[in-house]
């Protein structure tokens, strides 16, 4: 799990840079390319967090004893 978070503070830290480069950029072509990759990273930062809360509820959940 440790992992999953640190996989996701270094896509929001990606998409929060590149949303600041995109936000600079004075060619119109870069800022489109920009905004692509923050979309991109924020996507994938929110299938981390779908990821580690799916290992939550499966860790969570009680398995059923199977019957002898």
């Known amino acids: 799990m440790k992992d999953y978070r640190s996989q996701l503070e270094t896509l929001r830290k990606a998409a929060a840079e590149t949303a600041l480069i995109r936000d600079l950029a004075t060619n119109p072509q870069k800022q ?28 969570a959940s009680p398995t059923d004893p199977s019957p002898d």
Request: glycine share 0%; no cysteine; proline share 0%.
């Open 32 to 59: 489109e390319l920009f905004a692509k990759l923050t979309v991109h990273l924020n996507t994938l930062a929110a299938e981390v967090e779908r990821a580690m809360a799916a290992a939550n509820t499966t860790s």
